[in-house]
């Protein structure tokens, strides 16, 4: 007997109940499938099957078999699909769902160089602030911003944790003062992300003091550009990735304040459907964010942002 033969004939009688049909769907004999069955139920010592003229059924020692058979088979298939995709370069389409800022800021100018480097490979990129359901979807990756990402049966690996800074325009604070402590936001326009974890609470560390601030500002919106925007215009101040306005601080568009205090952080995940092994184009996608989204490129190099480990 054969082991690994017996055994597919086994699982294919099993799910199509026919040793006909087992025969036909591997391109084996009748007299081959059933000499399979007979010589693995011999080596078992069991029954596997209930055999009558019209059709088979599984025994309950068979049934118990099955189940365990079919997850090694299952695990033996997906370990050769392993060694495919690295040995197989990245095709075919990727599509990959990402928020609109940190992409634009962050990626955007740097994904030619990834297309370049696979040129099999298509890039199906869909700019959405929004949370989309990437099974739903047929997205095969996406990136998301969270402070705490919530439990799902996605696979998440973080890229990078991008701090936060309470910032404004010079010419706010010179009409409106500047705020000395977290509690005096309370009587600051603070301009507000929609969209984020922390919309209605900013939240603070010094030492091992925390204070969480309720915010109500009067202008609310779901884009951090347009944030970035009303910053610019002067017209309040508000909690933002530093990344965001790096350039802005640098050349004193915009200012920082309470730099005593950590504010809340955001942390980017690449987010994919849950698979026993990663898809080569999937592979080289995560590792070409990891390879980008470190504080050694120059668009990432201030210490405000912070790669985290895998």
């Known amino acids: 007997m054969e082991r690994w033969t017996a055994l597919n004939v086994f699982r294919h009688a099993a799910e199509l109940g026919s040793f006909a049909a087992a025969s036909r769907q591997l391109g084996l004999s009748p007299a081959a499938v059933s000499k399979n069955i007979s010589e693995l139920e011999a080596h078992l010592s069991v029954q596997l099957f209930n055999r009558t003229t019209r059709r088979i059924s599984l025994t309950e020692a068979g049934s118990l078999y099955y189940d365990r058979v079919s997850r090694i088979l299952d695990d033996l298939e997906e370990a050769d699909g392993v060694l495919s995709a690295m040995q197989d370069a990245p095709r075919g389409l990727l599509r990959v769902s990402a928020p ?38 047929g997205f095969d990756i996406a990136l998301r911003g969270s402070d705490n990402l919530e439990d799902s049966s996605l696979i998440a690996r973080k890229l990078m944790t991008m701090t936060h800074v309470v910032c404004g325009a010079p010419a706010y604070f010179e009409q409106y003062g500047t705020p000395e402590s977290p509690e005096d936001l309370m009587n600051h326009c603070c301009i507000q992300f929609t969209l984020s974890d922390h919309t209605k609470v900013w939240t603070f560390q010094n030492n091992n003091r925390s204070v969480s601030v309720p915010i109500n500002g009067r202008y609310k919106v779901n884009s951090s550009l347009a944030v970035r925007d009303a910053l610019r215009a002067g017209f309040g101040l508000s909690l933002i990735p530093w990344i965001y306005v790096k350039d802005d601080l640098n050349e004193g568009r915009l200012q920082t304040v309470l730099e005593d205090w950590s504010p809340d952080e955001t942390t980017l995940y690449a987010v994919y459907p849950s698979k026993r092994y990663v898809t080569s184009k999937v592979r080289a996608f995560l590792d070409f964010l990891v390879e980008e989204l470190t504080p050694s490129n120059s668009h990432l190099s201030r210490g405000r942002t912070r790669v985290s480990p895998d």
């Open 100 to 137: 609109m800022t940190v992409t634009l800021i962050c990626l955007s100018s740097v994904l030619p160089k990834f297309l370049s480097r696979y040129p099999e490979l298509s890039l199906d990129l869909q700019l959405d602030d929004r949370r989309v359901d990437i099974v739903e979807k």
